[in-house]
């Protein structure tokens, strides 16, 4: 396998420099993320994708720190696998990016509903979305 390092960002000033090796497909896998069995020995945890859905939560940061929401998704069950992401909204509702840090931390697949633990670094409230995308 050959090692790959390079610089891949630099969010807010800092530099990143990315450790990985290539896979026998050649795809980048960074050294903590590697697969102890190769995949074709994995264990198969059963099932088909019945439905996938998509829902949005529209929210305002009460400032700096962790928030805990819950929004309705009605396809949601508690076996439920989901994916959120999480965006700045301008004035007029348009994602976009700007200097505030944010990350979504925990989330929860309810029954008809999902809670998100999330963080926003800034000090000041900020309109926010959180994208989600539910596979049953």
């Keep these: 396998m050959a090692t790959t390092t390079g610089d891949?960002?630099?969010?807010v000033?800092?530099?990143?420099l990315l450790q990985a090796t290539r896979d026998e497909r050649g795809v980048v896998v960074p050294e903590e993320h590697k697969l102890s069995a190769p995949a074709e020995k994995l264990e198969r945890i059963g099932g088909n994708i019945v439905s996938i859905h998509?829902?949005?939560g529209h929210w305002t940061s009460a400032g700096l720190g962790s928030h805990v929401t819950t929004d309705p998704i009605p396809s949601a069950r508690?076996?439920?696998q989901i994916a959120v992401?999480?965006?700045?909204l301008d004035p007029s509702g348009n994602p976009f990016i700007a200097a505030a840090?944010?990350?979504?931390?925990n989330v929860v697949p309810?029954?008809?509903e999902v809670t998100v633990h999330w963080w926003v670094g800034w000090n000041s409230p900020l309109h926010i979305r959180l994208n989600y995308i539910v596979v049953n």
């Design 8 to 11: 891949i960002s630099t969010p």
């Design 13 to 16: 000033g800092s530099s990143h």
């Design 54 to 56: 998509y829902a949005m």
């Design 78 to 80: 508690r076996d439920s």
């Design 85 to 88: 992401s999480i965006t700045e």
């Design 101 to 105: 840090g944010m990350a979504v931390y």
């Design 110 to 112: 309810l029954v008809g």
